[in-house]
T-cell receptor, first 109, second 113 residues
């Protein structure tokens, strides 16, 4: 089967950089995705890594290392509005996503 | 505005009753999905459909059924609701089954008493 592990909570201050790690176990997958979810809201797509390396989208970057079964989401220049839950998810060729349990990020002034 | 519409927004239901959660998308996406989200368990896939006329089982399909008669609609039915099905239900879609990202609706909060 597939499984993902993320830290349950992370705290950082406004303007800082924070890294949310995701380790996984799987027999095969197409890519690792990251989603953001604010309290009570719909998950929204942030980033996707099909290949090893870094993908950058504005203040957010995501990294994947298949050899280490590891990925991370990097958030730079943290803002209060970045306080939310962040989920990593493994995707296969059927489109099915297996989500991690999520990391709650709290940004403090 | 293009996107995914879920209905109802919330519902309280007596155990044993039948309930259908509606999901409609106007983006002409081929693939659609139903997830449930419970505290501490993240999002879990219930059922999915890669294209109109086909459906498949996800991680937690028991007690739920789906149909995909056309591209736009993907209803989720609880034939006989039980309290353990109390959850927030999200519908999602993507252009193709292997295509990121998935776009999510705003969810349906369902309480089974």
């Amino acid at each position: 089967g597939q499984s993902l592990e993320q830290p349950s909570e992370v705290t950082a201050v406004e303007g800082a950089i924070v890294q949310i790690n995701c380790t996984y176990q799987t027999s095969g997958f197409y890519g690792l995705s990251w989603y953001q979810q604010h309290d009570g809201g719909a998950p929204t797509f942030l980033s996707y890594n099909a290949l090893d390396g870094l993908e950058e989208t504005g203040r957010f970057s995501s990294f994947l290392s298949r050899s280490d079964s590891y990925g991370y989401l990097l958030l730079q220049e943290l803002q209060m509005k970045d306080s939310a839950s962040y989920f990593c998810a493994l995707g296969g060729n059927t489109g099915k996503l297996i989500f991690g349990q999520g990391t709650t990020l709290q940004v403090k002034p | 505005i293009a996107g995914i519409t879920q209905a109802p927004t919330s519902q309280i239901l007596a155990a044993g009753r039948r309930m259908t959660l509606r999901c409609t998308q106007d983006m002409r996406h081929n693939a659609m999905y139903w997830y449930r989200q419970d505290l501490g368990l993240g999002l879990r896939l219930i059922h999915y459909s890669n294209t109109a006329g086909t459906t498949g089982k996800g991680e937690v399909p028991d007690g739920y059924s789906v149909s995909r008669a056309n591209t736009d609609d993907f209803p989720l039915t609880l034939a006989s609701a039980v309290p353990s099905q109390t959850s927030v239900y999200f519908c999602a879609s993507s252009p193709r089954a292997d295509n990121q990202p998935q776009h999510f609706g705003d969810g349906t909060r369902l309480s089974i008493l």
